[in-house]
């Protein structure tokens, strides 16, 4: 409670221009007290005006009046700093570079809390305190402090602009508003702001609905790093597994050639080592022979030769042995090398084949859905028809890109992709990801799309574009047509028609083709195989063309 008196007794003793306790106090006609300095500086401001106003209640004087030295509350004063009760503001109550500064204080001046619209200046907290109390001051209009205050003022007429001119798109005074605004469209700013704000709302409500869309977005993303990350985890234990096995096998492949060739090397040295020690017996026995004829071929008594010679005559030698060069190794060789230059192939062609690339998955955000022709054109497809799908009532010509009704058969041979129920035809090319084709009809003509394995037999509705669940077709330009459920269409029939596929978005659309693109009927669904562009011509004589759009 003490602490709060000396509070009140300082700031009935404070000057409410500087802040600080009063130095040679005078008092106003109106009854507020300032430093003679403070309110001399104040009204020497004021000097080129007609009168002089007092700072707290705008009290005015004319003429400007003479100020003496209050005696007594000079004195209360000096008692007050005797007491060391004098306190200056806090450094961080004072203005800064960056600050909004109050317009009435004088010197050092103090950071401002509010500013007037009204009397477009910045207050402190002290010198704002009369906007709460004087009656007149209560209506201004106050908000945060504003270093921009200026910008309020019209700088032909020095008036605050209140009006905004909606033909100009500017701010004006009402003194603008009767020259050279006059007759313009024109409303309060506050009445601007209104509209505008409402506007605004609407912006921001739109930004926070893409927040939220693109937020999804970023979690749809961040599921799919998760599901892309848990599947190459997956593919690379498998695979290392897979080939882990397959080297295992190899491995074991190789111990059984290997020992094979050991097996067979060693029955081969010892069947040749046998060879061989027979071989060696049969010289040693010869070497034998050999010498005995020698001997005999040296006896000088010829009787005694004759005698001998019978007994050792040679018997026939044996058939000579034919030794063959061993190639059991180089065959097995060989056939390894074989087995190894498969493995590559297989490797380097079933690799190819399974590439990652083929597995890439489409995690781009989702792209905006064309409007213009323009825009529809940049995911334009070259397409031409497959003639083994053609019916044998249909002519392809213009390189297979247009069809026409005959009213006879065409000699076609015959292929198990040909319809033969209905008078249709198939595209070469499959549609996966965005496309978009037109085409120029003429006649009775379904334009459609089809997955391929749509029956090719079938009669009567079964076969027909849009009576299955395998098909989605345009019927003559008046229907949408999908499994026999058909839905009129309005607007006039157009002889060309464009066709945009949105494949893994799920979205097939329609468009009637002239100077602009109209939308006929759009699929919102979900494709589970590749999609081909398909006609349906019923009478003869109509055609159907895949246009050049590149």
Request: net charge positive; glycine share 4%; aromatic share 6%.
């Amino acid at each position: 409670m003490a602490q709060k008196g000396v509070q009140l007794e300082r700031e009935t003793f404070s000057c409410s221009i500087c802040l600080d306790l009063l130095k040679d106090p005078v008092t106003t006609c109106c009854g507020h007290n300032y430093c003679m300095n403070c309110i001399k500086s104040h009204w020497d401001e004021e000097d080129h005006k007609n009168s002089h106003s007092c700072p707290q209640c705008r009290q005015t004087f004319t003429p400007r009046p003479v100020l003496l030295k209050n005696t007594m509350l000079a004195d209360l004063v000096k008692e007050l700093k005797k007491t060391g009760l004098q306190a200056a503001p806090a450094d961080h109550c004072y203005a800064g570079a960056e600050d909004v500064a109050c317009d009435v204080c004088t010197g050092r001046k103090l950071k401002a809390i509010k500013s007037c619209l009204v009397c477009l200046a910045s207050y402190c907290d002290q010198h704002l305190q009369p906007h709460y109390d004087v009656a007149p001051l209560k209506k201004h209009k106050l908000v945060e402090p504003s270093k921009k205050l200026q910008e309020n003022v019209c700088s032909r007429h020095d008036e605050v602009m209140k009006m905004f001119c909606r033909t100009d798109q500017q701010l004006i005074c009402y003194l603008c508003l009767m020259e050279e605004h006059k007759g313009h469209d024109t409303v309060s700013a506050a009445a601007e702001r209104t509209e505008r704000q409402k506007k605004l709302e609407g912006s921001r409500q739109n930004i926070q609905q893409r927040i939220q869309d693109r937020e999804k977005d970023v979690k749809l993303l961040q599921q799919q790093v998760e599901v892309i990350n848990d599947s190459a985890d997956k593919a690379v234990e498998d695979s290392e597994k897979i080939f882990t096995e397959l080297i295992c096998l190899m491995e074991k492949r190789s111990s059984d050639v290997k020992q094979q060739v050991r097996s067979q090397q060693k029955s081969e040295v010892s069947r040749v080592k046998e060879l061989q020690k027979k071989l060696e017996q049969e010289i040693t026995e010869l070497k034998r022979k050999d010498a005995e004829l020698k001997k005999l071929s040296h006896t000088e008594d010829h009787n005694q030769f004759l005698h001998n010679y019978p007994s050792l005559s040679l018997s026939q030698s044996a058939s000579s042995i034919d030794i063959c060069h061993l190639s059991y190794f180089e065959d097995v060789t060989a056939a390894v090398l074989e087995v190894r230059d498969k493995l590559q192939d297989v490797l380097r062609e079933e690799w190819t084949n399974c590439s990652l690339t083929g597995t890439e998955v489409d995690v781009l955000l989702p792209q905006p859905k064309p409007k213009t022709r323009a825009e529809f054109l940049k995911y334009s497809r070259d397409i031409t028809l497959d003639p083994n799908t053609a019916h044998t009532l249909l002519l392809l010509s213009e390189g297979n890109r247009k069809t026409t009704r005959m009213r006879k058969h065409q000699s076609y041979s015959s292929h198990p992709d040909r319809f033969t129920g209905c008078p249709q035809v198939l595209s070469r090319e499959s549609l996966t990801g965005r496309c978009y084709w037109e085409v120029e009809k003429m006649g009775n003509i379904s334009v459609a799309v089809s997955y391929k394995n749509i029956g090719r037999a079938e009669r009567l509705y079964e076969g027909l574009f849009g009576f299955n669940e395998k098909s989605w077709a345009l019927d003559r330009s008046s229907y949408y047509c999908y499994n026999k459920v058909r839905r009129i269409l309005s607007g006039p029939v157009s002889s060309r028609v464009g066709v945009y596929l949105d494949h893994s978005a799920g979205i097939l659309s329609f468009y009637r083709v002239s100077e602009t693109m109209t939308l006929l009927h759009r699929v919102q669904t979900t494709f589970t195989q590749p999609l081909y562009a398909g006609f349906t011509i019923y009478s003869p004589g109509g055609t159907a063309e895949l246009c050049k759009l590149k």
